[in-house]
């Protein structure tokens, strides 16, 4: 069994690998640390931007705008293929995963309509704004964060202080997805404020979109290197060229 679910974790991981890609994170790494935890990413990635910044010639600034590179967005996914991966053992999980239900559908509802009536709140990193991803990190609104409130609540009677709760709460990546297989877990079980990608076949389809994470330029940036050094790490193994020491925390 071991070694099976060995394989199927892998097949998720290059499938998380394949779909990063396809939406533009062309830096990724898998196993890498992330920024303020001891946690690993089965994959991190990396997502150049660029902006028209004024040109610096000599230390001083011109008036010619160039399209100049900017810190990105990052993304880690985690990948699970048991649902026993998520679930702690309760007499009550049933009924905590009805109620869990109810609440998400709230939650899918509220967010439809704010991003309906509040456009500012949509990233603009999809032509269809169904598709877009939400920024509500510094949203007020008094019932859609105690519906959040309340998911918090009993996700954390279902997982505990878990890694998915961590990882959002350390602020260590812009969004963060889950990779599953099909059939494990329902898109209302899945961690507050995480997306939700499903294997169906050799692909994976989009069940639920990562809720924007406003991290600091640092953390970004962190992760780019963690990416970067993992890399070179691998190169320098198969060159045989003695493993370098370095201060990334």
């Known amino acids: 069994m071991a070694g099976t679910e060995t394989e199927a974790h892998r097949k998720l991981t290059l499938l998380a690998l394949r779909w990063a890609q396809k939406e533009g994170y062309a830096i990724c790494g898998t196993e890498i640390g992330v920024p303020h935890s001891n946690y690993r990413a089965d994959v991190a990635a990396y997502r150049t931007e660029y902006r028209k910044l004024p040109l610096q010639v000599d230390g001083k600034s011109q008036e010619r705008l160039v399209r100049q590179?900017?810190?990105g967005t990052t993304a880690i996914f985690e990948c699970k293929?048991?649902?026993?991966?998520?679930?702690?053992?309760?007499?009550s999980?049933?009924?905590?995963?009805?109620?869990?239900?109810?609440?998400?559908?709230?939650?899918?509802?509220?967010?439809?309509?704010?991003?309906?009536?509040?456009?500012?709140?949509r990233k603009g990193e999809s032509l269809f704004a169904e598709y877009d991803v939400l920024d509500m990190s510094n949203f007020e609104h008094k019932t859609y964060r105690r519906v959040l409130r309340e998911i918090q609540i009993l996700q954390a009677r279902l997982y505990g202080k878990t890694k998915f709760e961590k990882l959002m709460k350390y602020r260590c990546a812009n969004l963060c997805y889950l990779v599953i297989e099909e059939g494990i877990l329902?898109?209302?079980?899945?961690?507050?404020?995480?997306?939700?990608?499903?294997?169906?076949?050799?692909?994976?389809?989009?069940?639920?979109?990562?809720?924007?994470?406003?991290?600091?330029?640092?953390?970004?940036?962190?992760i780019l290197q963690r990416i970067a050094?993992?890399?070179?790490?691998r190169l320098s193994k198969e060159w045989g060229i003695s493993?370098?020491?370095?201060?990334?925390?």
């Open 186 to 222: 329902q898109a209302h079980e899945v961690p507050l404020l995480w997306g939700f990608l499903v294997r169906r076949g050799d692909d994976l389809v989009l069940e639920k979109k990562s809720v924007w994470n406003e991290i600091s330029e640092p953390a970004r940036l962190s």
């Open 229 to 233: 050094m993992g890399g070179t790490r």
């Open 243 to 249: 493993a370098i020491e370095n201060d990334i925390t």
């Open 93 to 121: 999980a049933a009924i905590t995963i009805e109620k869990l239900k109810a609440l998400d559908a709230r939650r899918r509802t509220l967010e439809r309509l704010l991003g309906m009536h509040q456009p500012s709140l």
């Open 81 to 91: 293929q048991a649902r026993s991966d998520f679930l702690k053992d309760s007499h």
């Open 69 to 71: 590179p900017v810190i």
